[in-house]
Nanobody
């Protein structure tokens, strides 16, 4: 059973930075995709960034150039480095794991319906 545990959220001012971490345990072998999603109060959960087993990454337009998703496979930790944070980045951030067995397409990779395993979330609040 895959388990995901996020950490690193907090409160920052506009322009600040945060690094989120997601510890991964129990995953099986084979192709996988990891991703970060976020959900602001009253809004739908949206895909922020994804990373394939081969290292390919994908970002939603609103975070391109500001966020970076990486994975330390030796430590089984997924990261999301967030720079130049804006108030609209305020949300609960979740990491997610897809063990589809193949690389997801660019449309699938940020679609939450493809992900079976989720963490509990970590709150990010950006004040103006």
């Amino acid at each position: 059973q895959v388990q995901l545990v996020e950490s690193g959220g907090g409160s920052v001012q506009t322009g600040g930075s945060l690094t989120l971490s997601c510890e991964i345990s129990g995953r099986t072998y084979g192709k996988y995709t990891l991703a970060w999603f976020r959900q602001a109060e009253g809004k739908k959960r949206e895909g922020v960034a994804s990373i394939e087993e081969d290292g390919d990454t994908l970002y939603v337009d609103s975070v391109k150039g500001r966020f970076s998703i990486t994975e330390d496979t030796s430590k089984n930790i997924l990261y999301l480095q967030m720079n130049s944070l804006k108030p609209e980045d305020t949300a609960m951030y979740y990491c997610a794991y897809c063990a589809a067995g193949w690389g997801l397409t660019s449309v699938q990779a940020l679609d939450l319906t493809w992900y079976s395993y989720w963490g509990q979330g970590t709150q990010v609040t950006v004040s103006s």
